[in-house]
């Protein structure tokens, strides 16, 4: 559904589930977000909560929900079968083994709570301290990030960005080659992290706001000039009055 439909459940548990013939079928869909809705990484999160714990109810082994929200939110991972049940058992046997004592349970439980509340940005603009993780990327620390699968080398293009990306290469190429190999490698991983150019309202020029306003200001003056001066109007209605009533 998140990789497929491009959309999260936001209601998702056991009865918004049927099972025929093997085959999983979501339904109760109407109130589902799409990947850029400010609150859709924590509906995953807790669509993930909502599953597991049925299970677990059950007495099922299920995967961590770090791990399950990783899977999901990964663009290379399968998404039909055989490969899906391949790469799922795949993590099932590299899931590292948590020892059967109460205190490692506890601290468990309470990594899992962490990584349901935690902040997780949607868009680079939203991440906190931007040269302190462009920094971890360079040192090779890209799994400690939360929003590793927003980088630019795990989101796929599409087949316009593709063709875009193709003809500034070659451009470039034809340029002749520059600069060391270690220069490019650390400008690749800052380059991630640049702003493109602010798009929408609220990023418009300061001068074509100040343009705007000002022919704004200067419509609303002209309409005053036509407007009649209260005393005047009121002086028409009695005389129109007067001369209904006669």
Excluded at 145 to 150: M, T
Aim: proline residues 4%; hydrophobic residues 30%.
């Amino acid at each position: 559904m998140y990789q497929a439909c491009k959309l999260v459940h936001a209601d998702l548990s056991e009865y918004n589930i049927l099972y025929h013939q093997k085959k999983l079928f979501i339904i109760d869909v109407s109130q589902s977000v799409e990947h850029d809705h400010p609150r859709s990484l924590e509906f995953l999160r807790m669509d993930i909560k909502n599953i597991s714990d049925f299970f677990r109810r059950k007495a099922v082994d299920v995967l961590p929900e770090q791990t399950i929200f990783s899977f999901i939110t990964s663009y290379d991972s399968p998404t039909t079968d055989p490969a899906m049940t391949d790469h799922l058992e795949q993590l099932f046997a590299d899931r590292p083994e948590v020892e059967d004592t109460e205190q490692a349970v506890a601290d468990n439980e309470v990594d899992t709570q962490v990584f349901r509340q935690q902040y997780m940005p949607q868009t680079l603009d939203q991440v906190y301290d931007i040269e302190r993780d462009a920094e971890k990327i360079g040192k090779g620390q890209r799994e400690d990030l939360v929003y590793r699968n927003l980088l630019a080398d795990k989101v796929p293009m599409s087949g316009n960005e593709a063709d875009a990306e193709d003809t500034i290469g070659e451009e470039e190429g034809s340029e002749g080659e520059s600069g060391s190999g270690s220069e490019g490698g650390s400008e690749d991983d800052e380059s991630r992290f640049e702003k493109g150019t602010p798009r929408g309202k609220r990023f418009q020029d300061r001068d074509v706001k100040k343009e705007h306003k000002k022919a704004v200001k200067e419509e609303k003056r002209e309409k005053r000039k036509e407007k009649m001066p209260k005393h005047l109007k009121k002086r028409l209605e009695v005389s129109e009055r007067w001369t209904v009533g006669e």
